[in-house]
């Protein structure tokens, strides 16, 4: 298994792609920090600096596209009869693909906490402070963590799904295309779904529901749209992840190469 995912690490890291996603996030994040330096009174530094710049957003994109392509991609060009061929089967192929993707995840929420770390301290040294406290009574460094850890499982939630697609079609564009689609279509239904939550209370449990988690660990108010509680939200968060997995490892065990 080891093998595997230094073999998975190996390819990532000869990707121009990983390189090009590093870069660009990096770009990106310092371009809503040098608008919100240069014009504030239309980009509150304080409010993007919530958001890491726009960082963790672009995160679910990279990461939307890298797990589309690392399975998907292996159909595509008939690669996975090579891994099969050999001493591996199946179960460890595709757990080390997850792996491998995981610590990609970690690699470039670590690179958006400290970018935007970074840019604070360059360009908003002055402008607000990181004990602030804010009005749930935590300073503005602990709510970034927190808010970066419930986006980070939503991330994943999302991820599981894409990952399962991608077990299910040949073409990498086809895979990464539907991910992006389906997390834009569950973004624009988020409203939508919290009337229906109300009308019929079983409806909580839904996967959408779940991605307000980094909302809500900040915003206790949240409560009242959702009907959960935030350590109620984090084990249907885990418990959704788990049976994304298990079925892309089941539709992998039994796809046709």
């Known amino acids: 298994m080891l093998t595997l995912i230094n073999q998975e690490l190996f390819k990532l890291l000869h990707k121009k792609s990983t390189y090009f996603a590093t870069i660009l996030l990096i770009v990106l994040m310092s371009l809503f920090a040098g608008l919100a330096k240069a014009h504030p009174n239309y980009f509150d530094p304080e409010g993007l600096f919530k958001s890491n710049f726009t960082g963790t957003e672009w995160v679910v994109f990279l990461m939307i596209a890298g797990c589309g392509a690392i399975v998907s991609m292996e159909f595509q ?6 891994l099969l061929y050999r001493k591996y089967n199946r179960g ?25 770390i970074i840019l604070k301290v360059v360009l908003f040294n002055d402008t607000f402070e990181l004990t602030k406290t ?17 986006k980070f499982i ?6 599981t799904l894409v990952l399962l697609l991608a077990t299910l079609f040949k073409n990498a564009t086809v895979a990464v295309s539907v991910g992006i689609i389906g997390y834009f279509a569950s973004s624009i239904i988020a409203n939508l779904m919290f009337i229906l939550i109300a009308k019929w209370d079983w409806l909580k449990w839904n ?11 900040v915003e206790s108010s949240y409560k009242t749209l959702t009907k959960l509680s935030v350590d109620q939200m984090v084990w249907g968060n885990l418990g959704y992840i788990v049976v994304f997995l298990f ?11």
Do not use: D, H
């Not at 529901?209 to 909302?215: I, P």
């Not at 079925?247 to 190469?257: E, I, M, T």
């Open 92 to 116: 460890q192929v595709i757990v080390s693909k997850w792996l491998t993707m995981f610590i990609y995840s970690v690699y470039l929420y670590a690179l958006t906490f400290v970018m935007t």
């Open 77 to 82: 060009y008939g690669t996975v009869k090579e």
């Open 154 to 159: 939503g991330l994943w939630l999302i991820l």
């Open 207 to 217: 996967p959408i529901n779940m991605l307000n988690l980094s909302s809500q660990v």
């Open 247 to 257: 079925c892309g490892y089941l539709v992998f065990k039994k796809r046709n190469v």
């Open 134 to 150: 804010a009005s749930n009574g935590r300073t503005l460094i602990e709510n970034l963590g927190i808010t970066m850890g419930g």
